[in-house]
């Protein structure tokens, strides 16, 4: 993930357990208006429940040395980055909490949170959905670490909480037929793209792990892509279906992605290699 150019701190959709926060002062809220952000999702996406129609975020922890103040991965930090978000279908709204972590020794955690409320829009069309976010609400939750001093925002404004909006992942399957067999057929994917390595694989969910032939490429867009593949004999020739996982990487800028076009591109990858 690529989303730390841009953002400092890269962000987590992992829950933080056992986090309290010792307010200094009332929340403040301030009303934003600041443009809306577009996600055109096509309606076969696997798991399309929720308000984003099965777009996801990527799950993020940016984790940072308390007192040398460098982003490391270690278990033993005690101070990090999280954000969390969570779809609220009947309030139409998405939440997001950006916050600042204190981990203190016994474990527990202390934060000051930015929190953006945004309101979510979907327009039901013939094959797909326009859903449109608009942030309209900031609330602000300082909080005091465990010697009770202030501890500091994340500093997500609202063009960095944009940046994270474009760092999304879907999910869809691809069935394709060809007239030569199998090894043929599994040759064309194996030349074209190359397995992924077992180091490689590790990084890769669980829905993805369970197949024996996993590929990976790269598309223009700061789009990455990951197929999981199952050959079988098909009439006089072959057959693969293909679970695909596609990660768009965080982009400066950017205030809408389309999920057909993105979708349109890899198919039409995937069907130069079964016509090799």
Do not use: H
Not at 200 to 209: G, N, V, Y
Not at 246 to 258: C, L, P, T, Y
Request: glycine share 6%; with cysteine.
């Amino acid at each position: 993930m690529k989303f730390s150019k841009y953002l400092i701190v890269a962000l987590s959709v992992l829950s933080v357990s056992g986090c309290k926060t010792f307010a200094v002062e009332k929340p403040k809220e301030n009303n934003i208006d600041a443009g809306v952000f577009t996600i055109i999702v096509p309606k076969d996406l696997n798991n399309p429940e929720g308000l984003l129609k099965g777009v996801k975020f990527p799950e993020f922890r940016a984790e940072q040395n308390y007192s040398k103040g460098k982003f490391i991965t270690s278990s033993s930090l005690n101070k990090f980055i999280s954000g969390t978000y969570e779809e609220n279908p009947t309030l139409s709204e998405l939440k997001t909490s950006f916050c600042t972590v204190v981990r203190a020794s016994s474990g527990r955690g202390y934060t000051s949170c930015e929190i953006y409320s945004a309101k979510v829009k979907i327009d039901d069309m013939e094959s797909k959905y326009e859903i449109e976010l608009k942030p309209y609400r900031l609330k602000k939750v300082q909080g005091r670490d465990p010697l009770f001093m202030p501890i500091e925002f994340p500093g997500i404004d609202i063009d960095k909480y944009f940046t994270w909006m474009t760092n999304e992942k879907a999910s869809f399957n691809v069935e394709l037929t060809s007239n030569y067999p199998v090894e043929s057929l599994k040759g064309n994917f194996d030349r074209a793209l190359g397995k992924l390595s077992v180091k490689k694989r590790a990084t890769i969910d669980a829905a993805l792990k369970q197949f024996k032939d996993l590929y990976k490429f790269s598309m223009p867009g700061k789009v990455d892509v990951y197929m999981g593949a199952q050959f079988f004999p098909y009439k006089n020739g072959s057959l693969v279906k293909l679970t695909v996982k596609a990660i768009r990487d965080a982009e400066k800028g950017v205030m809408s992605i389309d999920w057909v076009e993105i979708k349109s591109r890899i198919t039409d990858k995937i069907n130069s290699i079964v016509n090799l």
